[in-house]
Structures are given as structure tokens and as C-alpha cells.
């Protein structure tokens, strides 16, 4: 797997970002539809994934973006694994729009 490249522009951006989700209690999403285009990864990368830990991020679920019954849940260890990486040792359960603690 590669992880996409940002160069130091894009990087303070993305960062800048993931503080705002943090602060206002916004989870991210690791979405495996990444692995059926050129990237060839889940979005986001293993790099902005590791950020988002670092910067204090807690609330991650994963999805497959699937909108195909054959599609669902594909990717789903591959991104669990990357999230494991990052620092995660759990994701979170939304309900009604909302987190749900384990």
C-alpha cells in the first residue's frame, strides 16, 4: 500500500482540519472505497489517519461506501489494521447521528 504523498502546504491544511473535527466532536471516517480506485488505499491514508490520532482524534468508524450488496464490508480488516497502526484500539458505533460509547 502507498501512502499518498502531501507536500507542506497541504499537510498544515489537513491538519488545521482534523483540529476543527476534534474540537467540535466530529468523527472520521476510514472509507475502503479507496482500495477500488487508483489509489489503490482506504481514504484517508495511513498518514492523515496517524495525525488524527496524534492530534487527540478518538471518534473513527470504517466504511465500504459498498452501494453494492457483493461490495459490503470490503476492506474492513485492512482498514481495522491501519487504524490499529495509527494508535486505535477501538471504533466508534454511531446512532441517530450521534457516538455511541461501547
Known amino acids: 500500500m502507498m501512502d499518498y504523498h502531501l ?3 497541504e499537510a498544515d491544511a489537513v491538519r488545521a ?8 466532536g466530529i468523527g472520521l471516517e476510514v472509507n475502503t472505497s479507496g482500495l477500488r480506485s487508483p ?4 481514504c484517508p491514508g495511513p498518514t492523515v ?10 471518534l473513527l468508524t470504517v466504511g465500504s461506501d459498498a452501494h453494492d450488496p457483493a461490495r459490503v464490508g470490503q476492506g474492513v480488516d ?7 497502526r495509527a494508535g486505535f484500539a477501538q471504533l466508534t458505533r454511531y446512532h441517530r447521528l450521534g457516538p455511541v460509547s461501547p
Open 7 to 9: 507536500y507542506p502546504r
Open 78 to 84: 485492512l482498514a481495522c489494521g491501519l487504524a490499529e
Open 49 to 58: 489517519l496517524r495525525w488524527y490520532r496524534e492530534l487527540g482524534g478518538e
Open 17 to 24: 482540519i482534523l483540529r476543527r473535527l476534534i474540537e467540535r
Open 39 to 42: 489509489a489503490g488505499e482506504p
